[in-house]
T-cell receptor, first 113, second 110 residues
Framework: KAGVTQTPRYLIKTRGQQVTLSCSPI?????VSWYQQTPGQGLQFLFE???????NKGNFPGRFSGRQFSNSRSEMNVSTLELGDSALYLC????????????FGPGTRLTVL | AQRVTQPEKLLSVFKGAPVELKCNYS??????LFWYVQYSRQRLQLLLR??SRESIKGFTADLNKGETSFHLKKPFAQEEDSAMYYC????????????FGGGTRVLVKP
């Protein structure tokens, strides 16, 4: 099976802009989670979607949002970008259930200037 | 709230020496514990999870609920074990949200 794919792999934006990142999970996986990775804060959970519904949400401001489509593909959106949003954004998919093994994508590197 | 702590940011060992990565957690419920690994230029991947009680690539980890620890051990380190290791916790019946520790970089010297 093909692994988790994320597009684009790199993005450069300026403050105040918005951005949309995309994630395609492994075929058959229904859960998609998003994480932010920075040198200072490490890996932090953003949110999880399962069957098009947000199942969990991390401690991030409302500027961070996401959605999941009927084919399990997911997008996350960040509005009004700030310099501190520069990070590697990782997507992970799981078959379903809870406490599943998660399969990670390569990430999208977002730079905010 | 749950928390995962990996006290060592860097562990440097010689090939053939034992290696132990420490992981402590705080969580009031019954957690699921994982070790994820990221090799150079590769994506983050599962190494092992406590519920499977397997040995993967010679690594083992035992969940000690009394000490709230989940240390990762390997008796004889190999150069290919050089990587970034993350301990992570998931709450049962709470989806797939993972809380990660800060990570430990392991460098195995020849």
């Amino acid at each position: 099976k093909a692994g988790v794919t994320q597009t684009p792999r790199y993005l450069i934006k300026t403050r105040g802009q918005q951005v949309t990142l995309s994630c395609s999970p492994i075929s058959g996986h229904r859960s998609v989670s998003w994480y932010q990775q920075t040198p200072g804060q490490g890996l932090q959970f953003l949110f999880e979607y399962f069957s098009e519904t947000q199942r969990n949400k991390g401690n991030f401001p409302g500027r961070f949002s996401g959605r999941q489509f009927s084919n399990s593909r997911s997008e996350m959106n960040v509005s009004t970008l700030e310099l501190g949003d520069s990070a590697l954004y990782l997507c992970a998919s799981s078959p379903s259930g809870t406490s599943d093994t998660q399969y990670f994508g390569p990430g999208t590197r977002l730079t905010v200037l | 709230a749950q928390r995962v702590t990996q006290p060592e940011k860097l562990l440097s060992v010689f090939k053939g020496a034992p290696v132990e990565l420490k992981c402590n957690y705080s969580y009031s419920g019954s957690p699921e514990l994982f070790w994820y690994v990221q090799y150079s230029r590769q994506r983050l991947q599962l190494l092992l999870r406590h519920i499977s009680r397997e040995s993967i690539k010679g690594f083992t980890a035992d969940l000690n609920k009394g000490e709230t620890s989940f240390h990762l051990k390997k008796p004889f380190a190999q150069e290919e074990d050089s990587a970034m290791y993350y301990c992570a916790l998931s709450e049962r019946a709470a989806g797939n949200k993972l809380t990660f520790g800060g990570g430990t970089r392991v460098l195995v010297k020849p």
